[in-house]
């Protein structure tokens, strides 16, 4: 049997892509990558992410990463599909990718949604090849399985990598931060440049935060 965990990183922030990833491995693979110190991404530092990563990648039947920019999120809410079924839809994309039909494979979801059962109800009408899948989805997967947890350093790689893209391309106009919206430096990259750059394809304008900002009101909710 193959192993096929799957995890997010990305789905707050206000500047930025989701990124996914899936990693398959087999359980050999599975206990190796526990016993390198695979875990959770978000309790790793990033140099230690990075080398894992290389781990990760080398010792996996497969792997696959895939973003969604900000503007695609917010084309996507504003057409009636929300974030869970993005989501899915990625994670599907995912598990089609690597699913290697004549191997039976158990697939495991860190679960975005609080309705796990309904999440993964849906997650199940975009996959194509569902035959040969056990597919779980769970809480705090990535804490629990070393093929999640390797998912998770690998989209959190990933999603650094673009937002040092993004800190790179507007350096002119001050550092973005993390691009979460708890993040004091991002708030004030925002306060400062969001207008002038609301077009350029790195803020997500579906968001609460944005709307409450330059709603019009004289005192936006997130400052």
Known sequence: MLILGIDDAGR????????????LVTEEQNLFLKESGVDDSK?????VRMRLAEIIESNAVGFKVVGTSAPAIDESLNTGTNLNTLEAKKTAEIINTLNKETETIRVIVDCPSVNIKAWRATLLTFIT??????VLCEHKADANHPSVSAASILAKCARE????????????????????PSDPMTKSF???????????????????TWKDLFSGTEQAKLF
């Open 161 to 180: 990598e673009e937002v040092a893209k993004i800190r790179k391309q507007f350096a002119a106009y001050g550092d973005i931060g993390s691009g979460y």
């Open 43 to 47: 309790v790793l530092a990033h140099p």
């Open 12 to 23: 707050g922030p206000l500047i930025g892509p989701m990124m996914l990833a899936g990693v």
């Open 190 to 208: 925002i306060r400062k440049h969001g207008k002038e750059l609301e077009n350029s394809g790195i803020f997500r304008k579906t968001w609460a």
């Open 129 to 134: 090849h569902p035959a040969n899948l056990e």
